[in-house]
């Protein structure tokens, strides 16, 4: 059974900074792409970042040079910190494979208040 549990997230001002947190279970963790998504309220999710199997991460323009990507294999575990927070960040954030591939976890609720 894929368990995908996100925590992390929280209310910050614009500016402020918070580090996401993904524990993945019941899957290979280190054969697969992973990847962050969110959705904000009344907007389809969408992928902000997402790290290869050997740890090459990809972003989003809107995140380019603000959040960061990361994976621990060994405790399959996937990271995001988020520096620089924007109120256009506001939304539930997730993880995934990149392919979107099994079913959401519940995510976790970033608000960046200006």
């Known amino acids: 059974q894929v368990q995908l549990v996100e925590s992390g997230g929280g209310l910050v001002q614009s500016g402020g900074s918070l580090r996401l947190s993904c524990a993945v279970s019941g899957i290979t963790f280190n054969s697969w792409t992973m990847g962050w998504y969110r959705q904000a309220p009344g907007k389809q999710r969408e992928v902000v970042a997402s790290?290869?199997?050997?740890?090459?991460?990809n972003y989003a323009d809107s995140v380019k040079g603000r959040f960061t990507i990361s994976r621990d294999n060994a405790k399959s575990t996937l990271s995001l910190q988020m520096n620089g927070l924007k109120p256009e960040d506001t939304a539930v954030y997730y993880c995934?494979?990149?392919?979107?591939?099994?079913?959401w976890g519940q995510g976790t609720q970033v608000t960046v208040s200006a």
């Open positions: 790290i290869s199997t050997s740890g090459i991460g």
């Open positions: 995934n494979r990149r392919d979107a591939h099994y079913s």
